[in-house]
Nanobody
Framework: QVQVVESGGGLVQAGGSLRLSCVAS????????MGWHRRVPGKEREEVANIDRNGNINYEDSVKGRFTISRDNAKNTVYLQMNDLKPEDTAAYYC???????????????WGQGTQVTVSS
């Protein structure tokens, strides 16, 4: 079993900062990509940022220069530092981890339950 758990969401004023954390735990042989996604009610989920195990990073255009993704491979943890938050960043944020549970299994995407980020104007 693989578990993915996010933490760090909350309510913040526009211009403020939050740091999200996500830990993958359980039976894990290896983790490739880890990423952050967000969903606003009535809209499709969008990928905010992702990072592979070598540190290669991609960002969605609207968060470039404001959000920073990082990871600690030893702790199976990925972070999202969010600065200069805007009301349009309000969403449920989800973590994903592309995990190979055992040496004999394939990689599969595992998702957390989400953490709410609300930015007031």
């Amino acid at each position: 079993q693989v578990q993915v758990v996010e933490s760090g969401g909350g309510l913040v004023q526009a211009g403020g900062s939050l740091r999200l954390s996500c830990v993958a735990s359980g039976t894990i042989y290896g983790i490739n990509d880890m990423g952050w996604h967000r969903r606003v009610p009535g809209k499709e989920r969008e990928e905010v940022a992702n990072i592979d195990r070598n540190g290669n990073i991609n960002y969605e255009d609207s968060v470039k220069g404001r959000f920073t993704i990082s990871r600690d491979n030893a702790k199976n943890t990925v972070y999202l530092q969010m600065n200069d938050l805007k009301p349009e960043d309000t969403a449920a944020y989800y973590c994903s981890a592309y995990v190979r549970p055992t040496v004999s299994s394939y990689y599969a995407n595992y998702w957390g339950q989400g953490t709410q980020v609300t930015v007031s104007s």
